[in-house]
Each structure stands twice: as structure tokens, then as C-alpha cells.
């Protein structure tokens, strides 16, 4: 679990293929503080088990589901990338709850300034829209953002000065390709409330047997 609160950028140092699955390492310093093997570091807002620890570096598996659903397939060496480590318990809560699994992505629109801050324009599937709600949370590329408008097709974020300095938000430009992940609540709430896809359907008798 994390919060959206990117820590780091880091940088790709390479990539190894292996059949149809990768092998990410990472330059980065921060989130290597107090990381060990088997611990989870989320790469531009993708939740990834460390396997390998450096002097400098981490290294992460990619399966072919992740490289399928995020655009981790379209990184390079030399990329640079977010970062964040997991969430503990007991940490402030800055963001929202973000999970590390990808829905899917988003193609970048238009990039428009606005006095102190960069509005960003993000096509996006209707599968995904579905979810994504005005002043609701979304997280792009890992960064936790809110939603300022949306549509049918597309969706916009404000970008604050900070967010574009220490992210890789600053170096997006129209056709990026970006991760998204949408408020996980939302997507428990409609499968709880939609009988066709519910184990079981949300009636009165169901509320009092749960205590409501």
C-alpha cells in the first residue's frame, strides 16, 4: 500500500529481457534506505518486489500481466522513473490509498499553463472514467492527484510546483503514455452495489446481517 506521495525520481539502469518477462534495475538512493529483498517499491505508481540490493541500485521482475496493463514496456535505460516505498502503519496518510496495481493508462492530451500551475489533460478508456469522479483521487504514474474536471473521453489534473519539481510530471508532453490507478473504494463500492457483478447483491437483509 502507498500513499501517492512519490519520495525519489530514479533512473533506469537497465533492462533485461527473459522471454516475455523483465528484469528492471533502478538507480535510486532514498527509498533504498531500510529496503530489503522481498520488500515493495512502487515504480511510476506500479507496486514491485525488490529482489536485488546494490550499492546505488535495486532490480525488480516485471510479469507479462504488468507489462500488459502500464507502460513499464516503453521505458528505456536512462529513464526516469518515481518512487516511493511502501506505506507503514502509523505513517501520515498525505495522499490516498494507493495500491500499486495499474487499471490501465492514459494518453496525454494537452499541457496548458495557468499562473503557478500546469493543467494536464488525460485521454483515457471509458473503462476507466468510469471511476474517476471531479475533487475525487486518482494516481498518475504514482502520484496522488485530484481530479479538477471530467468527461466522457478524457480528464484533467492541476499540477502545483512541487509535484512538477520533484516528479516526473515535468517532463510529460502530449502523447505520453501514463499510468493511472483509480480510487480503489470506488471500485468496491460498485461491485457491492451491482448485482451482476456482486457474489451477492446489497439488500436490507444483507445491510442488517453485516450491522448497518
Do not use: W
Request: net charge negative; hydrophobic share 40%; charged share 20%.
Amino acid at each position: 500500500m502507498f500513499t501517492g506521495l512519490i519520495e525519489e525520481t530514479g533512473r533506469i539502469r537497465s533492462i533485461r529481457q527473459a522471454g516475455a518477462d523483465i528484469r528492471l534495475t533502478i538507480d535510486a538512493k532514498k527509498v533504498l534506505e531500510d529496503s530489503h529483498c522481498g520488500d515493495s517499491i512502487s515504480v511510476n505508481g506500479i507496486c514491485l518486489t525488490v529482489v536485488e540490493l546494490g550499492n546505488g541500485f535495486f532490480a525488480a521482475d516485471v510479469m507479462p500481466e504488468t507489462l500488459r496493463r502500464s507502460s513499464l514496456g516503453i521505458l528505456r535505460p536512462g529513464s526516469p522513473v518515481n518512487l516511493e516505498r511502501a506505506l507503514k502503519l502509523g505513517d501520515r496518510l498525505g495522499g490516498h490509498l494507493v495500491s500499486g496495481h495499474i487499471d490501465g493508462t492514459g494518453v496525454l492530451l494537452t499541457r496548458t499553463a495557468e499562473r503557478n500551475a500546469i493543467i494536464l489533460r488525460v485521454s483515457a478508456p471509458a473503462g476507466l472514467l468510469r471511476y474517476i469522479i471531479e475533487k475525487g483521487s486518482v494516481a498518475m504514474d504514482g502520484v496522488s492527484l485530484t481530479v479538477a474536471e471530467v468527461n466522457s473521453e478524457s480528464f484533467s489534473v492541476s499540477i502545483i510546483p512541487h509535484s512538477s519539481a520533484v516528479t516526473i510530471i515535468g517532463n510529460y508532453q502530449p502523447g505520453d503514455r501514463i499510468n493511472i490507478e483509480c480510487d480503489m473504494i470506488g471500485k468496491y463500492v460498485e461491485k457491492l452495489l451491482n448485482p451482476e457483478k456482486a457474489t451477492r447483491p446489497i439488500t436490507l437483509d444483507f445491510l442488517a446481517e453485516n450491522g448497518f
